[in-house]
Structure formats: structure tokens, C-alpha cells
């Protein structure tokens, strides 16, 4: 009985054992080496090179590649927004705010595009494509024309509001 108990213990771990293995295996043949990096938002680090959704990103340096979330990716010189090089950035300070907006020390972007005229310092992410500086704001990284970035605030559901006017989508819908 003690031999059968003992038999049966063996072949269990045997079994658990084997199934780690392949598990381990089958992570090998799909990401490669145990020291890659996972991708957390289409960025995955191989052989010294970094890739996008696949393709090689040209000017990224493996080494000190950094996924930001969202798109987003820097690495000791430049930032990239969805494997291409975002022109003027900076990636010194180079920070995410969220809903495709990204800013620097000196200028604000939406995905890939430097939003002319922003103030970096000041500017913020406000949800549904909206964002504003201290003097205007924006929808989709392009300004809203004469919209007060004092009181302007995003409301949800591509709708705004600002000094008594309602925007729709960046638009002005209702003048107060």
C-alpha cells in the first residue's frame, strides 16, 4: 500500500514537472529569450533592435528604450509615437498625458503632430480629445477658435463648455 501511495506521488510530480516544461517552452518559441521585454503597448525589445506591432523602429536604441504606454516610446534622444520618430521632441521630460496627448520641456504633441503655439508648461489632457494651456483650447491637437482656456472643460461624450458656449467634437454648438 505504502509502495502504491509512494508510486503515485512520483508520477504526479513527474507529470507537473513535464507540464512546466512545455509551458516554459512554449513562452521560448513565442517571446523569444527569458531577459526580452513583453510588450505592454505594441513595443517588444529583440536582438538589439525594437519593434512596433512588428516592424522594425528605425533610431530607437534597444539600449535605453523606454515604453511609455499609449503608443508612446523614448529612448535617451528621441520620442516615438506608434514606432515613428515624432519630429522636435525632445525625450528629456518627455511625459504621456493621456488620450494621445504628450508634451516635452518646450512643446505639447498630439500622437505624432507638435501642437503649434502650446504651452508645455502649462498644458494638460482633459479627456474625450480635449486639452488646453494657459491661453487656448484644443480638440485633437488643434485649437479651438475662441474658446477661453480659462473655464473650458471637457463634459464627456465629445461635448465642452466654455465661458457659456458648448462644443461638440471641437466645434461650437450653442453660443451663450
Not at 514537472?17 to 527569458?34: E, I, K, N, T, V
Not at 507638435?114 to 480638440?139: C, M, P, Q, T
Amino acid at each position: 500500500m505504502m509502495s502504491k501511495l509512494l508510486m503515485l506521488l512520483i508520477c504526479t510530480a513527474v507529470v507537473i514537472q513535464g507540464a512546466r516544461q512545455q509551458q516554459y517552452h512554449h513562452r521560448r518559441q513565442l517571446f523569444g529569450s527569458s531577459t526580452q521585454r513583453l510588450p505592454s503597448s505594441g513595443y517588444v525589445v529583440k536582438s538589439y533592435s525594437v519593434y512596433f506591432n512588428g516592424q522594425i523602429v528605425n533610431g530607437l536604441s534597444s539600449l535605453s528604450f523606454k515604453d511609455l504606454g499609449s503608443g508612446y516610446a523614448k529612448d535617451s534622444s528621441n520620442a516615438f509615437y506608434a514606432g515613428n520618430k515624432i519630429a522636435g521632441a525632445s525625450s528629456y521630460l518627455f511625459e504621456v498625458l493621456g488620450d494621445r496627448y504628450a508634451k516635452d520641456a518646450w512643446y505639447a504633441f498630439y500622437a505624432s503632430n507638435k501642437i503649434e503655439g502650446s504651452s508645455s508648461y502649462s498644458f494638460e489632457a482633459l479627456g474625450d480629445r480635449y486639452a488646453k494651456d494657459s491661453s487656448n483650447a484644443y480638440y485633437a491637437g488643434k485649437k479651438i477658435a475662441s474658446a477661453s482656456s480659462y473655464s473650458f472643460e471637457a463634459l464627456g461624450n465629445g461635448y465642452a463648455k466654455s465661458s457659456g458656449n458648448t462644443y461638440y467634437m471641437g466645434e461650437k454648438v450653442f453660443n451663450g
